[in-house]
């Protein structure tokens, strides 16, 4: 559709693995089955279950799945380019202000 703009066909090669993808998309619910598993299994008041009932509970399995995720399938998946934290660059050639010192984020691009 030209109303959204120009579209970009990825090629396998630059998509993320079908096993850390589902790994991505399950982890929250992982991680909160764990935890309700593991309230039955430990003490209440067992340090491993306190720091486990943290982990699992539901606000922060999802945050702890939004950083997951966005290592899996953003930064870590090498762009054709070679360049890590593109989108950072792409920020800067927009001339978009942010806080950060573009350098230290472009740390491979010689572009930017």
Same mark, same amino acid.
């Given at each position: 559709m030209s109303v @959204?703009?120009?579209y970009k066909e990825f090629k396998l090669e630059e998509t993320p693995k079908f096993g850390i993808s589902v790994l991505t998309a399950m982890m929250p619910v992982i991680l909160?089955?764990?935890a309700t598993i593991? %309230?039955?299994i430990f003490p209440k008041n067992n340090p491993v279950n306190e720091f486990i009932q943290f982990i699992g509970a539901p606000d922060l399995a999802m945050l702890l799945s939004l950083i997951?995720?966005?290592f899996t399938m953003g930064s870590t998946t090498k762009p054709k380019n070679g360049r890590y934290f593109d989108l950072t660059c792409r920020l800067n050639q927009a001339? @978009? %202000?942010y806080a950060f010192d573009h350098r230290w984020w472009c740390l491979q691009a010689s572009s930017c």
């Open positions: @959204l703009g120009e909160i089955a764990v593991c %309230s039955f997951f995720a966005i001339n @978009l %202000s």
